[in-house]
């Protein structure tokens, strides 16, 4: 579903809902909007399972200039239950500018190696 714009009877914007949302606010599966709320979520505000966004709010993990994540976030200002990478990093396990988790580091390049 796409939407934009105001809605003439209510003077309200509209909202996108739907599996694909779009539009100034979407809340759907994939939501891509301004204020974006699904189980993936885009948008300068963005709240759902995993979200990216100007400040992003997620359940699971959030990427984005202010990134609240449950189990994972990576932003300028990242905070996490688990594990966190930013400039400012607060969690359990961070790389950030703030410090590192040399066993967090460790995780990463084996998730990382080749072999």
Known sequence: HIAQGIDPDSGMPRVARGVIAIGNIAIGGLA????AAGGIAFGGLS???LSLGGIALG???ALGGLALGGYFAVGGAAFSLMYAVGGLAVAP???GGNGLDPEFLRQLERFFSVN
Do not use: R, T
Request: aromatic share 8%; no cysteine.
């Open 32 to 35: 891509l909007g301004g204020i």
């Open 47 to 49: 709240l759902g399972l």
């Open 59 to 61: 359940f699971m993990a």
């Open 93 to 95: 396990h961070i790389i």
